[in-house]
Nanobody, 119 residues
Framework: QLRLIDSGGGTVRPGASLTLSCAAS????????IGWFRQAPGKEREFVAN????????AYANSVKGRFTISRDSAKSTVYLQMSNLNPGDTAVYYC????????????WGQGTQVTVSW
């Protein structure tokens, strides 16, 4: 059973950078897509970015394109979300998730990590 542990959240000022980590264990990430999602208070969860583990081809939501970078470290079975030029609109709980690349449903989820961007 794949297990995901996300971490790295915190409180930062607008314009700052932060890197989130998603450490996987319990199963191979081969043939899986790892994604980052976020949910702000009172809003629905939204897609942020994802990456196909075996091909390293990232995809981003328009709202974060050019500011966020998703990457993976195969040796550590870890996916990162580097966030730069953060603004208050990025405040949310961020979740990493994984799905098999032949399905649309993200079956595995991390517990979430809070990111707050505020003066």
């Amino acid at each position: 059973q794949l297990r995901l542990i996300d971490s790295g959240g915190g409180t930062v000022r607008p314009g700052a950078s932060l890197t989130l980590s998603c450490a996987a264990s319990g199963d191979t990430l081969k043939n899986k897509i790892i994604g980052w999602f976020r949910q702000a208070p009172g809003k629905e969860r939204e897609f942020v970015a994802n990456i196909l583990w075996s091909r390293n081809n990232p995809a981003y939501a328009n709202s974060v394109k050019g500011r966020f970078t998703i990457s993976r470290d195969s040796a550590k079975s870890t996916v990162y979300l580097q966030m730069s030029n953060l603004n208050p609109g990025d405040t949310a709980v961020y979740y990493c998730a994984a799905r098999d690349n032949w399905t649309n449903e993200y079956k595995y989820w991390g517990q979430g990590t809070q990111v707050t961007v505020s003066w």
